[in-house]
C-alpha cells in the first residue's frame, strides 16, 4: 500500500496539472501586468489555502488521536461504555437543528474557538471515572461533533468567496483535507500508541489537549465570517430567523435536500463500515491471526490515494463525460457505484457456506476500496455542498443534515448486534447504492444555487 502511494503521488504530481495552472501558463504571451496578477492571485490562494489546512490537520490528528483510544480508556475504567457512545449520539441529534443556526448567526470564527475549548474540556473529563463526568462529556461531545463538521467548513467556503478565489478552487481545498485526513489518522496511531505506552491510557488524550490549544491559538488569526448575504445582516436578524430560513431552504429547495439525503446515506453507511471491519477480519481467523494496527494504517493509506486522485478523476470525467459544471454530480455518483460495488464483496464472501482461502483477501481488497472511495467522496462531497448550499445557511443546513446522518448510524450500529454479518454489507452496499442513484438525478439538474 505504501508503494501504491507512492506511485499515486507521483503520478498526480508529474501527469497531472490543474486547469487554472494551465490557465496560468498559457498566459506567458499575454499582458505582464494580467499574468501578475494571476500570479497574486494564485499566491493568495495558496497562502489562505495553508492557513485553513494548518488548523485542519491539527484538530483531525487531535479528533483521531482521541477516537483510536477512547473505547480502551473506558474499558479500563469499567464504565457502561455502550451508555457513553450512545450519550454521545443522542446529543448530537438533539443539538444539530439548532446550533448550525447558532454558528451562523453569532460567527464561524467564534465557534471554532467554541469547538477547541469544548474539546480541551472533555479531554480534561476524560481523566476522571466518575460516569456522570463521563456522560457530561460525552453531551459535550455531542455538542463539539457538529461543530468540527460545520463552522471549519463554513468558515473557509465563505472566506474563500469573500477574498474573490473563483469556486473552482474550493476542490483544491476539499482534496487537500482529505490527504492531509489520512495522512494524520496513520500519525495519530504512532503518536498516541507512544503516549499511551509513557502515559497510560489518558496519554493521547494529554496529547489531544495540547494539539487542541494550538489549534486554538491559529484559528484567532482567523478573520470572522457570518452567515449573511450582506455585511452587516448578522446584527440585524435574530437566531429564530436563521433557524427558521436554513431548515425552509432545506425543505423547499430539491437540491439541497437530496445532497443532504445523498452525504447522509452514504456517511452512515461509512460510519457502519467502520463498526464492522475489525470484526470481520477477526471472525475469519486467518494463519498468522488479523494484524490490526497494520491494516488500519493500509486503509488510512487508501484514503489518502483517493484524495490525490481526486481532482485528476474529476478532470477526467468533465473531459470525456459531461460538462465541468455536471462533473461534479457524475463523479460523485461513480464513487459512490464503486463504493456499493465494494460492500457486496464482503456480503457476498460471508453468505457463501465456505468464507475462508481466497476470501480474506478478496475482503480486505474491498475494504481498501471502499476507504479509498471515502478520500475520493470527501473532497467531493464539500465541493456539492459549496456548490448548492448558501453561504448565509451554510452552518444551519450542515448540521440539519447530520439529522437523517445520526440517523442511519443508529440503525447500522443496531443492525451490526441484531442480524449477521453479511445482512449488515448487503445493507451498506445498498446505501451506497441509493446514494449513487439520488446523485445521478442531481447530474443534469439546474443551475447550484447562488451563495
Known amino acids: 500500500m505504501g508503494a501504491a502511494l507512492a506511485v499515486v503521488l507521483i503520478g498526480t504530481n508529474v501527469l497531472y496539472t490543474p486547469e487554472d495552472e494551465k490557465d496560468l501558463q498559457v498566459t506567458e504571451g499575454r499582458a505582464t ?4 496578477a494571476t500570479k497574486k492571485l494564485h499566491a493568495e490562494f495558496d497562502s489562505f489555502r495553508r492557513q485553513y489546512i494548518a488548523v485542519y490537520l491539527v484538530i483531525m490528528l487531535a479528533d483521531w488521536m482521541q477516537g483510536t483510544h ?15 457512545f450512545l450519550t454521545g449520539f443522542l446529543s448530537g441529534a438533539i443539538f444539530a437543528p439548532f446550533l448550525g443556526s447558532a454558528v451562523d448567526k453569532f460567527g464561524r470564527k467564534k465557534s471554532c474557538i467554541v469547538y477547541c475549548i469544548l474539546e480541551i474540556i472533555i479531554n480534561f473529563l476524560e481523566h476522571y471515572t466518575n460516569f456522570q463526568l463521563l456522560l457530561l462529556g460525552r453531551v459535550l461531545g455531542g455538542i463539539s461533533t457538529n461543530l468540527l463538521f460545520s463552522a471549519f467548513e463554513s468558515w473557509m467556503t465563505t472566506e474563500h468567496r469573500h477574498r474573490g478565489f473563483p469556486d473552482a478552487w474550493l476542490a483544491r481545498t476539499y482534496s487537500a483535507a482529505s490527504i492531509g485526513n489520512g495522512t494524520m489518522a496513520i500519525l495519530a496511531g504512532v503518536i498516541a500508541q507512544v503516549l499511551e505506552d509513557k502515559l497510560g491510557h489518558i496519554g493521547p488524550f494529554q496529547g489531544a489537549i495540547a494539539l487542541t490549544v494550538l489549534a486554538l491559538v491559529l484559528v484567532t488569526r482567523w478573520e470572522e465570517n457570518y452567515g449573511e448575504e450582506h455585511a452587516g445582516d448578522h446584527s440585524k436578524s435574530s437566531l429564530y430567523h436563521q433557524f427558521t430560513e436554513g431548515w425552509r431552504a432545506t425543505l423547499t429547495n430539491s437540491h439541497i435536500w437530496r445532497i443532504g439525503m445523498t452525504q447522509s446515506l452514504s456517511e452512515g453507511a461509512m460510519y457502519t463500515f467502520v463498526f464492522m471491519w475489525v470484526p470481520t ?24 490515494i483517493g484524495g490525490l486522485l481526486f481532482q485528476p478523476f474529476e478532470s477526467f470525467v468533465s473531459k470525456y463525460f459531461v460538462s465541468e459544471a455536471n462533473a461534479s454530480e457524475l463523479s460523485a455518483s461513480l464513487i459512490y457505484a464503486l463504493a456499493a460495488a465494494s460492500m457486496a464483496v464482503p456480503a457476498y464472501c460471508l453468505s457463501t457456506a465456505s468464507s475462508t482461502g481466497h476470501c480474506f483477501e478478496n475482503i480486505l481488497a474491498s475494504f481498501m476500496v471502499i476507504e479509498m472511495c471515502v478520500g475520493l467522496f470527501m473532497p467531493v462531497a464539500g465541493t456539492l455542498r459549496s456548490k448548492y448550499v448558501p453561504d448565509a445557511l451554510q452552518g444551519g443546513i450542515l448540521n440539519i443534515f447530520r439529522l437523517p446522518l445520526n440517523a442511519v448510524v443508529v440503525a447500522g450500529t443496531h443492525a451490526t448486534d441484531v442480524l449477521e454479518p453479511a445482512q449488515v ?13 439520488l446523485q445521478a438525478t442531481l447530474i443534469s439538474g439546474t443551475a447550484a444555487i447562488d451563495a
Open 281 to 304: 477480519l477477526l471472525s475469519m481467523e486467518p494463519e498468522g491471526g488479523v494484524p490490526t494496527g497494520t491494516i488500519f494504517s493500509g486503509l488510512m493509506m487508501a484514503v489518502t
Open 33 to 36: 501586468r494580467t499574468k501578475a
Open 425 to 437: 454489507f448487503v445493507g451498506v452496499s445498498a446505501c451506497f447504492l441509493a446514494a449513487a442513484l
Open 70 to 84: 477512547m473505547y480502551t480508556l473506558y474499558l479500563s475504567y469499567g464504565v457502561n461504555i455502550s451508555a457513553l
